[in-house]
């Protein structure tokens, strides 16, 4: 079968990996585009067992850190358009959301699979989060400025029908913000110790079923209609840990992965989870540390475990 991110190359065997305890599925690798994934892509019933029940106790520890990540993307909306509505698809709690409408006059608007953590999260931020995926949405065509898919489209099940939902909710000339691990980096460890150890070991980030190279993702957004403005590699030093390069990187990959912990947010109330959220750190420390790692983001390279691409709807 052709390779269902390219649509060109005939995809072979890569590796098998435990996709949870027990669950060892194959991966192909497509020889033309670089993309790897779950071959057959794994049912919907075994995506949610890569995930504990409720998980978002830690959107309350990084409060803050999201809302200022908020700020900062307004700030640089600022000179593109100063209005508008700005959609996260995975937005959580929606904190990052608040961030971007506290700083102007957008409307912001959040998709979340999770229906404990948007309902925690409507209540916390008075954000307006739809539950469901991109393909879900229930908002009109044509109606979106700005989305960011920030660490969620390696998680889809159809990253390409994904990406032409997202073309449809924007205005023309509107802009999607993509952050997405660099797939060769990110399966880098469990392929080399599926060669190594002739078994399959877990991947770095459970539930990622796409693995998708620079050239694939330039792929799937031109599948989508979009415009790419910009492509920037950065996390170098994890690319470095990702490649086995550092004493004991592959540790965590050795171990029997166990079952899936609990969240303790899991019965607990929003009132309870917003003693989790420290005091406020100083914005203008954070904003220019902020700009200032930005300037290491790389338009060549491929080294770095993460890309984030800037693209436009015609
Ligand atoms: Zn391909």
Redesign the pocket.
């Known amino acids: 079968m ?8 005939k ?1 072979g065997p890569a590796c098998k990996t435990l996709l949870y305890p027990g669950a060892v599925r194959q991966i192909v690798e ?6 790897s994934y779950y071959d057959p892509v794994p049912p919907v019933e075994e995506v949610t067992r890569c995930y504990p029940h409720a998980y978002f106790t830690d959107f309350f520890k990084q409060y803050w850190k999201d809302l200022f990540k908020g700020r900062l993307l307004a700030e640089d909306l600022g000179s593109w358009r100063p209005e508008g509505v700005v959609l996260d698809v995975g937005c959580a709690l929606g904190t990052f959301l608040a961030g971007v409408r506290g700083q102007g006059r957008r409307t912001v608007l959040g998709l979340e699979y999770s229906e404990a953590a948007a309902r925690a999260g409507r209540e916390l931020n008075g954000v307006d989060i739809a539950v469901g995926g991109l393909d879900a949405a229930p908002w009109a065509p044509a109606s979106v400025d700005f989305i960011q898919i920030n660490n969620v489209l390696e998680h889809e099940r159809d990253p390409a029908s994904a990406l032409a939902a997202a073309a449809r909710l924007l205005k023309p000339g509107g802009r999607l913000r993509l952050v997405v691990p660099n797939g060769p980096v990110d399966l880098r460890a469990s392929a080399d110790l599926w060669r190594k150890l002739g078994r399959p070991v877990v991947t770095r980030h459970g539930g990622h079923l796409f693995f998708l190279s620079r ?2 993702l330039e ?1 799937l957004l031109a599948r989508a209609g979009f415009k790419v403005l910009s492509v920037k590699n950065f996390h170098f030093k994890l690319g470095a840990k990702a490649r086995g390069w550092t004493p004991g990187a592959y540790r965590a990959f050795l171990r029997e992965p166990g079952p899936l912990s609990q969240d303790p947010s899991a019965g607990m109330s929003v009132a309870e989870l917003k003693n989790l959220i420290g005091a406020e750190p100083d914005w203008s420390a954070y904003r220019l540390k902020a700009r200032w790692r930005r300037l290491w983001r790389s338009a060549d390279s491929q080294f770095g475990y993460d890309f984030e691409i800037l693209a436009e709807k015609p």
């Open positions: 052709d390779c269902i991110i390219c649509l060109e190359g995809p497509c020889p033309a585009c670089g993309a050239r694939a792929r």
